[in-house]
């Protein structure tokens, strides 16, 4: 092995050939023992590589859908932690037909005001410990029918719902 100084890698013999002639022209020219040509001369001119600056874009913080989810509390137990179970409809893989799919969520409420049964909207917060990143919420009973039937027979003066009169009541 007394051939060490002709036995180096391919491009250390390039550079060194280079360094040897100082011709930095010559180096930039030379193609690589297998053929190629060095990455510089296939880059594109500098006029076209810059794209055109944009404007600055002022400060406005990102659009992002706001999570926020409709559960029945489920589990109140927890000193400010109520699990409510969301229950939505998707469509099933094979069958298409629209099933329920549930799932429970761990949320927080710091007052411990919900109570098993209580309808709450979830809204994403920043995470609270390993489970909990919703924030409880309450919202209004929609049902009117059940507000109804515990308030009785409307106002007492023989009036619907509509607040038209009865006919069972006759004309008076």
């Given at each position: 092995?007394?051939?060490?100084?002709?036995?180096?890698?391919?491009?250390?013999?390039?550079?060194?050939?280079?360094?040897?002639?100082?011709?930095?022209?010559?180096?930039?020219?030379t193609?690589?023992?297998?053929?190629?040509?060095?990455?510089?001369?296939?880059?594109?001119?500098?006029?076209?590589?810059?794209?055109a600056?944009r404007?600055?874009?002022?400060?406005?913080?990102?659009?992002?859908?706001?999570?926020?989810?409709?559960?029945?509390?489920?589990?109140?137990?927890?000193?400010?932690?109520?699990?409510?179970?969301?229950?939505?409809?998707?469509?099933?893989?094979?069958?298409?037909?629209r099933?329920?799919k549930?799932?429970?969520?761990?949320?927080?409420?710091?007052?411990?005001?919900?109570?098993?049964?209580?309808?709450?909207?979830?809204?994403?917060?920043?995470?609270?410990?390993?489970?909990?990143?919703?924030?409880?919420?309450?919202?209004?009973v929609?049902?009117?029918?059940?507000?109804?039937?515990?308030g009785?027979?409307?106002?007492?003066?023989?009036?619907?719902?509509l607040?038209?009169?009865?006919?069972?009541?006759?004309?008076?």
């Amino acid at each position: 092995m007394s051939h060490t100084g002709s036995l180096l890698h391919p491009l250390h013999s390039l550079k060194l050939s280079a360094a040897a002639t100082g011709a930095a022209a010559a180096a930039a020219t030379t193609t690589f023992l297998h053929g190629t040509t060095p990455l510089s001369l296939l880059a594109k001119p500098a006029s076209l590589s810059l794209p055109a600056a944009r404007p600055p874009v002022t400060s406005l913080p990102p659009i992002r859908a706001m999570r926020s989810l409709q559960g029945r509390v489920v589990c109140a137990t927890s000193d400010k932690t109520v699990a409510v179970e969301v229950t939505r409809l998707a469509p099933h893989p094979k069958y298409k037909r629209r099933v329920r799919k549930k799932k429970k969520y761990q949320a927080h409420d710091p007052e411990n005001r919900f109570k098993v049964g209580d309808v709450v909207q979830l809204e994403k917060s920043r995470p609270i410990s390993k489970t909990k990143t919703f924030l409880a919420v309450p919202i209004a009973v929609r049902n009117v029918r059940a507000a109804s039937k515990s308030g009785g027979d409307g106002d007492g003066d023989g009036e619907g719902e509509l607040g038209l009169p009865l006919e069972s009541q006759g004309q008076q």
